[in-house]
């Protein structure tokens, strides 16, 4: 069973305000990764990291940061929330060239 | 450019009868090919891994194979628990770490 976690579960915030949603893993993968999930649509990759002190944007522009600074840890973080920012936020961890496992989602709602 | 295409887009299905969901890709050096089940609101559960031609997989129900083209999932006999999104993704050498994912098939299994 995967030991990935996300907080909180739903989020509903307004506009304007900075907010960072948590992500952590007890596996010990080194890989890691945030997608973005609009509902019924596909996981568009927003950010990734392969270690510690590394991060790295995806596919999907973002305005949102991450951070890296323990393995076990994996932060997004929006400066300023938008209504566009809206969606599902899905965390992920991976040792290298095997399967994701992923959180349990976060359900941010901006208003 | 790596490309994974999931048929068809949705599929509804008698308690009980059989079928087969379809993930296409086009990728240079495939180094991993992975079907997750997801549900709605939630993240992706990991369910295969197949990295090479001819190789098969099996957990109760489900059944997956992958040739050099696409790989198939089987749902034999399924229950209206199968109802789900079940999701394609492949990593390459083309793109490090990463996975590409398919748009997903939305299976409903009808008691």
């Known amino acids: 069973e995967a030991d990935i976690y996300q907080t909180p579960r739903y989020l509903v915030i307004g506009t304007g305000k900075k907010i960072t949603l948590e992500c952590s893993q007890t596996?010990?993968?080194?890989?890691m990764y945030w997608y973005q999930q609009d509902p019924g649509m596909e996981l568009h990759l927003i950010h990734y990291?392969?270690?510690?002190?590394?991060?790295e944007k995806g596919d999907l522009s973002s305005e949102s940061t991450v951070s890296r600074i323990r393995t076990e840890h994996f932060p997004l973080t929006l400066e300023s929330a938008r209504p566009s920012h809206t969606s599902q936020y899905l965390c992920?961890?991976?040792?290298?060239?095997?399967?994701?496992?992923f959180g349990q989602g976060t359900r941010l709602t901006v208003v | 450019e790596d490309q994974v295409t999931q048929s068809p887009e949705a599929l509804r299905l008698q308690e009980g009868e059989s079928s087969s969901l379809n993930c296409s890709y086009t990728?240079?050096?495939?180094?991993?090919l992975f079907w997750y089940r997801q549900d709605p609101g939630k993240g992706p559960e990991f369910l295969f891994t197949?990295?090479?031609a001819g190789e098969e997989k099996e957990k109760e129900r489900l059944k997956a194979t992958l040739t050099k083209k696409e790989s198939f999932l089987h749902i034999t006999a399924p229950k209206p628990e199968d109802s789900a999104t079940y999701l394609c993704?492949?990593?390459?050498?083309?793109?490090?770490?990463?996975?590409?994912f398919g748009p997903g098939t939305r299976l409903s299994v009808l008691p």
């Open positions: 992920a961890s991976s040792e290298s060239h095997t399967e994701a496992f």
């Open positions: 596996m010990g993968h080194d890989k």
């Open positions: 990291s392969y270690g510690v002190n590394s991060t």
């Open positions: 990728v240079s050096g495939l180094r991993g």
């Open positions: 197949l990295y090479s």
């Open positions: 993704a492949v990593q390459s050498s083309n793109y490090g770490q990463n996975f590409v």
